[in-house]
């Protein structure tokens, strides 16, 4: 099968402690992740964005509908940790997803849970470790470490599962634009060079433009989807819902509308200064 | 006014892990200006804005605040805090009362004002932030994150402050709160006098709200003016870790390849004005 | 301010003491602490003194980090010194007023002082050379057997790790809180003990709060990396009983045997 996950009419609810009431946050949510594909889903704060999230390694279990992570049911108890360690998760604050003192005792905990033998864990959180760059920092304390490098100790805790998907929620919302930076670029090498399938919880545009395919989420629904050029370029429609689009993108739209032909889908600074030099009759090198 | 003469500042002075975070910074800042300061992480800029209301004492150099050095023992601090209102980074953490009202009410009350003061001005803070008054009775722990930033705010406001530092007021909020705040904190810079500092990672927040910016860089001032003098040395910005603004990019390109436009654009407003005439003769 | 504290500082390194299980460590430590109250004579403590010497050179750590580790309590030291100087009944040699001090006064003065700094340096050393998460491992193991009576040994050393791993956090955390509410005028460091109790509400409400925010985030964190107790789980760090640990076992029941003979042959005086 080529989907990884396979989520059909999710709905979630949960009860209001103080009024007793049922709040739906997400209210049938349909979507599936293709193995190797970079997904990001945007969404304001308590869209239903981190709730989705937290359904795609059986940390919460629908209302009704289902998710399937890898075929097997979340819903499904007896399987609940064939699940976890097929989906690796990464959250916003860099401090409270760290267990151990030293970075590389960290990165091994999720294997040690797993009761995977002594050599194969030296051999995954060195391999992990590697991956994100982080290898140097092996022995240090993890509070001695900067925001962007702890959420890559963070992302090699979770490789070192081995997992299928990694769930990344608002990984980079702590962090400074340094920290920030570091962080995308290994989550693109990781679905660039090793394959692996990601799905981005964000708010910032400039991330998700980044991804094959976008999906935004609003009021617990799907309200867009589809590649970032053609989610970007319906620029009036991410503005209502509380959304930024990149400032290229957001110039094109409006010069667009006194001047025709203009193409809409740029979507960073590069292809925005291509297209009005086209525009403008002057020659340099065309848009890939 | 605020003044900063020479102002030197050292982490764990004589130490091995000794680290100079601000160099011999001299500047000053009139009343009722509204000023930005960009810096990556480590550049001082944190550093700065706890000298400016005492909270650190520089080793070297005078910090003034309206003709008081802080570092004169016959300054009285909370009074220059008063005065200085500084709101830190993820400022809601500091939230602790039974009501907003009460949280808010906490600065003023330590200024020695009645309650009765302390609540009115607590309320027309909690207005200036845009926190709709049917919350302030409610737990500040029952709020969202934008309303808590809100309150947290408030409570800085309320003191009165000739000055407001806001350190990344926008951390962490999506695109519409953020808006929100800073559209806000423009409200009050205009309608209070008052004079605001904001500390920011980014350069369009910046850009779009201060009259003039300060860059620091590994504990010095590295370059300041209006934003579109900072922004025109779009090359020098980058080259110390710092970004600009897309549509400042996508001029340079533009600049680069032979159009005519001016350096120093930095909103999407400027830009298009711009080049629509540019565009235009084009299509003629 | 805060930042000063340093708990549990540990110092990176390869000596024998460094390399040793810390299941041997621990146990040649309770040896120790045995041994500094079953001395009975100054000859003891020399002996005492230089298997502790030996031991400091071989670890290659700076002797200054483990007087370091007596400052804090040097006021206490102190205090018991002069506390059993002068409160000792026995044969007086020099009185001044009410004061006296007998001879066995200063015999036990300077035992009271030399078991308090043995101590310390002591568990100085164990905790310098020893990373803490190698100090909970061993803690763990040790106590491991006593799980037929029900005693959680895994469940307190992972609480003592992330105590461990939390501390730092929350020091900066607390820093930050006592900024934040000095900003709005807190006076946190005057007025009288009550006033000074009253002023701690504005920052520990933020800091539990914010403590147990935290505690929420962790537990789901570990949740999601497959944790379920200490149910079949594996370690990257096994502890495994060497060489080095056989000959630190023989170097400390050489002491003991040392300072049993010492006590019989002088006595105590």
Not at chain 3, 185 to 191: E, F, P, V, Y
């Amino acid at each position: 099968m080529d989907n990884i996950v396979e989520i059909k009419d999710l709905v979630f609810e949960y009860k209001d402690e103080d009024t007793g009431e049922s709040l739906r946050v997400l209210d049938g949510v349909s979507l599936h992740i293709e193995r190797g594909e970079f997904l990001a889903v945007l969404g304001r704060n308590g869209s239903g964005k981190s709730t989705l999230a937290k359904h795609m390694n059986a940390i919460l279990t629908p209302t009704s509908g289902t998710v399937l992570v890898d075929g097997i049911d979340t819903s499904d108890e007896s399987r609940l940790f064939d699940v976890r360690r097929r989906v690796g998760m990464v959250f916003q604050n860099p401090d409270n997803q760290m267990v151990a003192t030293i970075v590389e005792e960290d990165v091994a905990f999720a294997p040690e849970n797993l009761g995977v033998p002594r050599d194969e864990i030296r051999k995954r959180v060195d391999e992990a470790l590697n991956v994100v760059g982080m290898s140097a920092f092996k022995q240090h304390a993890p509070h001695m470490l900067s925001g962007g490098q702890k959420q890559r100790v963070a992302i090699a805790g979770a490789l070192a599962m081995r997992p299928e998907l990694l769930v990344m929620d608002e990984p980079t919302a702590m962090l400074d634009p340094g920290g920030r930076a570091e962080v995308i670029e290994t989550v693109k090498k990781l679905n660039r060079e090793g394959g692996m399938t990601v799905a981005l919880i964000t708010h910032y545009m400039d991330e998700a433009v980044r991804a094959d395919r976008v999906i935004v989420i609003d009021n617990g629904r799907i309200a867009l989807e589809g590649r970032p050029r053609e989610v970007f370029s319906q620029v009036e429609k991410l503005i209502s819902l509380g959304l930024d689009v990149p400032q290229s993108t957001y110039l094109i739209h409006m010069l667009s509308k006194k001047i025709p032909g203009l193409d809409k889908t740029v979507l960073n600074d590069e292809e925005c200064a291509a297209e009005l030099l086209r525009a403008m009759g002057i020659k340099k090198e065309a848009r890939p | 006014m605020i003044k900063l003469k020479n102002v030197s500042y050292t982490y764990m002075s004589g130490g091995p892990f000794e680290k100079k975070a601000l160099d011999g910074v001299s500047l000053q800042i009139d009343p009722g200006e509204f000023v930005g300061i960009i810096g990556h992480t480590g550049s001082g800029k944190s550093t700065m804005i706890q000298l400016l209301n005492g909270l650190l004492k520089p080793d070297g150099g005078r910090v003034i605040i309206d003709s008081e050095d802080l570092s004169d023992k016959k300054t009285n601090l909370r009074d220059i805090r008063f005065k200085v209102g500084l709101c830190m980074q993820y400022p809601e953490y500091q939230l602790f009362e039974e009501t907003v009202l009460k949280d808010i009410c906490f600065g003023p009350l330590n200024m020695g004002l009645s309650k009765s003061e302390a609540e009115e001005r607590a309320r027309f803070a909690a207005n200036m932030t845009g926190l709709p008054e049917n919350l302030l009775d409610k737990s500040p722990f029952d709020l969202s994150g934008g309303q808590k930033r809100r309150a947290a705010i408030a409570g800085i406001l309320a003191m009165e402050p000739k000055v407001l530092i806001l350190d990344e007021p926008t951390a962490g909020l999506d695109p519409a709160g953020r808006d929100e705040i800073l559209f806000k904190i423009r409200d009050m810079h205009k309608r209070m006098d008052l004079t605001v500092l904001l500390v920011s990672h980014s350069m369009e927040d910046v850009a779009k709200l201060a009259d003039r910016i300060f860059v620091l860089n590994s504990g010095k001032v590295e370059m300041s003016g209006s934003p579109s003098e900072v922004f025109a040395k779009s090359a020098r910005l980058r080259e110390i870790g710092l970004n600009v603004p897309q549509i400042t990019r996508v001029a340079d390109r533009l600049r680069e390849a032979g159009v005519d436009i001016p350096p120093g654009i930095y909103t999407t407003g400027d830009a298009y004005r711009i080049l629509l005439p540019l565009l235009n003769k084009q299509n003629k | 301010m805060l930042k000063d504290i340093t708990l549990g500082q540990y110092f990176p390194g390869n000596s024998f003491i460094h390399r040793l299980d810390p299941r041997t460590k621990i146990l040649i430590i309770i040896a120790y602490v045995v041994m500094v109250f079953l001395v009975q004579n100054f000859i003891g403590y020399a002996a005492l003194a230089l298997f502790f010497a030996v031991c400091t050179a071989i670890s290659k750590l700076s002797p200054k980090y483990l007087i370091r580790g007596l400052k804090p309590i040097l006021v206490f030291i102190v205090f018991t010194g002069i506390f059993n100087l002068f409160l000792t009944s026995g044969e007086v040699i020099w009185s001044m007023g009410f004061l006296k001090i007998t001879r066995e006064g200063v015999r036990f003065a300077a035992f009271m002082v030399l078991r308090l700094i043995f101590l310390i340096l002591g568990t100085s050393l164990l905790t310098l050379t020893t990373s803490p998460i190698a100090l909970t491992d061993g803690m763990e193991r040790l106590l491991s057997p006593f799980k037929k009576i029900h005693l959680p040994a895994h469940e307190i050393a992972m609480m003592m790790t992330i105590a461990l791993r939390f501390i730092p956090t929350l020091l900066d955390e607390t820093d930050k809180i006592m900024k934040a509410q000095s900003a709005r005028g807190a006076s946190i460091d005057s007025g009288n003990i009550f006033a000074r109790a009253k002023a701690m509400v504005p920052i520990l409400i933020p800091l539990f709060i914010s403590a147990f925010r935290r505690a929420d985030e962790l537990a789901t964190a570990m949740e999601c990396r497959c944790y379920r107790g200490g149910e079949g789980r594996t370690r990257l760090y096994e502890l495994r009983f060497g060489r080095v640990d056989l000959l630190g076992w023989v170097y400390t029941a050489a002491l003991l045997a040392v300072i049993i003979i010492l006590n019989i042959t002088f006595g105590s005086f």
